[in-house]
């Protein structure tokens, strides 16, 4: 069954603070993984995409890397600021002929909380 | 948010009732998407369009339906068949197929049940 597991479910840090967010995947076979940031009552915004090839790409203060031989990925944050506090979901695409959407799977995200 | 609209933000719907949901983009893009968000829960796929005038079903599409008569627009209604249908939905659009491409969401329509 293709799974994407995040965790912590939910992280506090102060303000300035850097954090790391994991997402564990079961998807097969793999084509891409992206992060996507969400505000509340707002829709995702998209923050890195990877493919296979890609361990590691940056996107101003977030910095996503991949291992796609242990199915891991992380979601750096580098000197929180207040504006970070959101949910972020971990998205893994799979590999098909075709492109439908029927071939992503969504975490259910991780929500952070950035303190002053 | 980008070029995605979705209205109305807040809608309400009584026993028995069918209510359609707006989604128009302006990107250009072929492929558009309906996403259904659950508290605690991840996006789960109703339906999808990869082009006009033809969409298949997502993993819950029981109790909506879809049309796509032309390539900005891609209504979704919930009809009355749709028992549980308080949620938060996402309407995204990708210039072809998501699997590989980003994909761009609109605002959300969260739907809640007099």
């Known amino acids: 069954k293709n799974q994407v597991e995040q965790s912590p479910q939910s992280l506090i840090i102060l303000e300035g603070k850097n954090c790391t967010l994991q997402c564990n995947y079961t998807v097969s076979p793999f084509s891409n993984l992206r992060w996507y940031k969400q505000d509340t009552g707002r829709g995702p915004v998209s923050l890195t995409i990877m493919t296979f090839s890609e361990n590691t790409k940056s996107n101003g203060r977030y910095t996503a890397t991949l291992d796609a031989d242990t199915k891991q990925s992380s979601l750096h944050i580098t000197a929180s600021q207040l504006s970070d506090s959101a949910s972020y979901i971990c998205v893994v695409g799979k590999m098909y002929s075709g492109g439908g959407a029927d071939g992503l799977t969504f975490g259910k995200g991780t929500h952070l909380i950035i303190q002053p | 948010d980008g070029g995605i609209t979705q209205s109305p933000k807040y809608l309400f719907r009584k026993e028995g009732q069918n209510v359609t949901l707006s989604c128009e983009q302006n990107l250009n893009h072929d492929a558009m998407y309906w996403y259904r968000q659950d508290p605690g829960q991840g996006l789960r796929l109703i339906y999808y369009?990869?082009?006009?005038?033809?969409?298949q079903k997502g993993d819950i599409a029981e109790g909506y339906s879809v049309s796509r008569e032309k390539k900005e627009s891609f209504p979704l209604t919930v009809t009355s068949a749709q028992k549980n249908p308080t949620a938060f939905y996402l309407c995204?659009?990708?210039?072809?197929?998501?699997?590989?491409?980003?994909?761009?969401f609109g605002p959300g329509t969260r739907l809640l049940v007099l």
């Open positions: 369009s990869q082009i006009v005038n033809d969409f």
């Open positions: 995204a659009s990708s210039i072809w197929g998501a699997r590989e491409e980003t994909q761009y």
